[in-house]
């Protein structure tokens, strides 16, 4: 795994931990603030991120 992966996926971690089960919009807002810059990251991908971590999922697999 690259750095830039990790630290994706440590974020994603993080996020997921302090907002899981919040609405969709908060935890996009709370994406889009933490989530470090990563190539190809779009949008769309971070919504999908972020509805699972309203449903209490924890998408990054650690």
Known sequence: ???SE???FLAVHG????FAGQPVPVV????LRGLPKAPGLEVT???KIAE???VG?????L
């Open 1 to 3: 795994m690259h750095h």
């Open 45 to 47: 991908e971070i919504r």
């Open 15 to 18: 996020i997921a931990g302090r």
């Open 6 to 8: 990790k630290a994706l």
């Open 52 to 54: 699972e971590i309203s």
């Open 28 to 31: 996009m807002e709370a994406l």
């Open 57 to 61: 999922r924890d998408p990054s697999g």
